[in-house]
């Protein structure tokens, strides 16, 4: 069997059921976005590595490399943020073709050091090999208190479901970049492309939903709504249940949708790169989250669904019409939208 | 100006010399085989990455994927082992060909946990994704307790420098793999080839080193004894000599270079990835410490050199002629003979 037809979700599993199971110091292991591992302080070690590769991850004509840079960085600090921890240092592996510029690199660190900065980070090593394609690997170490770490598992029958930001915009930036359309939005061009190329990740928010203790289960939109709210639900042994409606989709994600002859809706479930945090909480519980996150941040938080019995299964709403929701998303490694 | 043209090192040093110096946790960063941090314990983390890239660093046709594993983990034990240090935890960034069969990918995690077990390491996740070559790319930490952290920096002038083992074995095993020649002694060719695709990180030997604390400053030897002496001298801000007839060369690495028709003393000192220790110690502190790696592991230890001033630069003595020691290796991503 090849690993095209396992998937990568497939071969995680895989592999984690092969291995000898990590001792009691390693509280989140393979399978999760980053290792959580117990240490001789009051903070555990967070680890957790993301690559950007050049025609699977990005193209270089569409992206600068101080994007690139950025975006390489961002991706991983989103994992960290996903836990409820701090970014603290990051080593980057680079793969480089021989006919890149330096001046190339140059701009590839700006972006790099700018985004560790801003959420504390540092660029402390890493590694440079040659490679017939660009390569980032970045490995981010971070730190969470132990009583502020928030994993996949702990999601209650209950619980609602909320978002930070809005979604879709991820995948609508991406059609665009790959669309050809006469008619276009210069704005909505902007603004799309900017949320794909170069997601903020939404650290000051987690560190909020974290210090308030009350978030039960979290992680980030990378996937897309659908494949991560699965993650959530196989973890903590839930369903749950999504109200269309309430998904927040800006007014420029629903007319790139229609620019390129395709549903909000389905860009929002399964589009993927939002990279933001999606997140259970008592249903009491809420309203004071949703304040403090919006005032602290200026970040919107919507309510999208509700956790329910392992039972009901997954499922979405629309118009008051269950669905079963596919955990549908982009396999990289299936080279094909996931289904399972 | 192309990466090609300043190559790895120079790309490194213009990378560090950009950057923000990082605050004063940072004991080692940008440039050393692995970063050093200090935390609330009375140990530094070590973080360090290194990637094997088909193509570039392997082929798929000579090395089974159980070896490729092995060997994968086993290059970045060797950068802890450079430092004094204990691995503890690693990550795995893999990028698959669509095509790989997935008991390829058991066969590689079974060498590559193989390998972490025998240091006490244990993988605790990592990254999935497609990619045109087969890449492993690997994040270790590790830790050290201060006093037993040994850098690159501390080399006194009239430090005898000493080597573990035997060199120019790595790059006299890729010789054979590569080499067509019609007369071959099998014995030799399974010694090399072992020595070159699974090399055995010096882990036991650096730990016995590091506990004595009478070496002044310690590297591994991935780029060759010439190149890694440079490192040594450089940061110790010291010159050196190397005793070319004290250079442990093994029976099987001098019949390979015969066979392959090259010079073993080339091999020895710019041939690259035999993995062994060079360390520096004061010469009343020598016999002790060869007594106790030899007691303890089995492992030879030589003294093939001694640290002189800066002003007199690094040299080679062969038969009492002084030659300068060219600091050569293979720049990966020159793709050519790294002299400087």
Not at 55 to 59: D, K, N, P, T
């Given at each position: 069997m090849r690993v095209s037809e396992i998937g990568e979700f497939g071969l995680i599993e895989r592999i984690k059921r092969r291995l000898t199971p990590p001792g009691s110091d390693v509280i989140e292991g393979i399978g999760d976005d980053a290792a959580i591992i117990r240490t001789d302080s009051d903070e555990y070690l967070i680890a957790t590595c993301d690559i950007q590769m050049e025609?699977?991850?990005?193209?270089r004509k569409f992206i600068t490399p101080d994007q690139l840079g950025q975006r390489a960085v961002a991706v991983n600090i989103s994992d960290v943020a996903a836990m409820g921890g701090i970014p603290t240092y990051l080593l980057v592996s680079l793969g480089l073709p021989a006919e890149i510029e330096v001046n190339y690199i140059d701009q590839l660190y700006c972006g790099m050091e700018r985004e560790a900065k801003r959420s504390g980070a540092v660029i402390v090593g890493g590694n440079i090999t040659r490679s017939p394609q660009l390569i980032i690997d970045i490995f981010l170490l971070g730190k969470v208190k132990h009583d502020l770490l928030i994993t996949r598992s702990g999601a209650q029958q209950g619980d609602l479901l909320l978002v930070t930001g809005d979604l879709g915009k991820g995948a609508a930036g991406l059609r665009l970049l790959d669309s050809e359309a006469a008619e276009r939005d210069e704005m909505i061009d902007a603004q799309l492309r900017t949320a794909h190329l170069t997601p903020i990740p939404r650290l000051p928010e987690s560190r909020i939903i974290a210090k308030l203790q009350t978030a039960t289960a979290m992680i980030d939109l990378s996937d897309g709504l659908a494949s991560d709210l699965g993650h959530i639900c196989r973890a903590s042994g839930v369903g749950a249940v999504i109200w269309a409606e309430s998904l927040p989709i800006s007014t420029a994600t629903r007319k790139a949708a229609i620019l390129t002859g395709c549903d909000p809706l389905h860009l929002a479930l399964y589009?993927?790169?939002?990279?933001e945090l999606l997140f259970s909480v008592p249903p009491e519980l809420v309203a004071p989250l949703q304040q403090a996150v919006i005032a602290e941040t200026g970040t919107s938080v919507t309510v999208v669904g509700k956790i329910v019995s392992s039972t009901e299964g997954i499922k979405v709403a629309i118009a008051n019409k269950f669905s079963p929701l596919l955990a549908?998303?982009?396999d990289h490694l299936a080279q094909r939208e996931r289904k399972n």
């Open positions: 025609e699977v991850h990005f193209r589009g993927g790169e939002d990279y549908r998303g982009w």
